[in-house]
């Protein structure tokens, strides 16, 4: 894929994401812990398969409404933020989750052993849920994290 076609590619991810799309933050109560995760959640496979290609992740089918199968596409933790670091300059509506997301990425560690997280990053993990919560809620712009 040259260059002038990933950028068409990656505008047109990113009004899928703004329009189809969720960044949040999913629990994995084992470990205490937070996961980055983008989803695209919708009934064409085309553009989803557009995604995996651009993007990796997985597509998931959820289930039919009698008609179609409804289809969401998922990406977790640092591959997510690649992603979002990929599309974030051409993100309208949550561009502001998309940074909320890459900071979380950037500060946190994978603290999977037997002692789990330690409880500072435990707090920072959930200021970072409650800044996306926020920002999901009321829609606003990451001024300073």
Do not use: W
Not at 5 to 16: F, P, Q, R, V
Not at 73 to 102: D, F, H, R, T
Request: glycine share 8%; net charge positive.
């Amino acid at each position: 894929m040259n260059d002038e076609e990933l950028t068409h590619n990656l505008c047109y991810l990113a009004g899928l994401i703004d329009g189809e799309g969720c960044i949040t933050f999913a629990g994995r109560k084992k470990y205490k812990g937070r996961d980055l995760v983008l989803s695209i959640t919708m009934y064409d496979r085309q553009p989803l398969d557009l995604a995996v290609k651009v993007f990796g992740g997985r597509i998931y089918k959820i289930h039919g409404n009698g008609r179609k199968p409804i289809l969401n596409y998922k990406i977790n933790s640092g591959e997510a933020a690649k992603a979002l670091e990929l599309v974030a300059p051409y993100l309208l509506v949550k561009q502001a989750e998309a940074i909320v997301g890459i900071a979380y990425c950037q500060v946190i560690t994978d603290c999977r052993g037997s002692k789990g997280i330690p409880r500072v990053e435990l707090q920072l993990r959930n200021m970072f849920y409650d800044k996306m919560h926020e920002l999901v809620v009321s829609h606003k712009v990451v001024e300073n994290i």
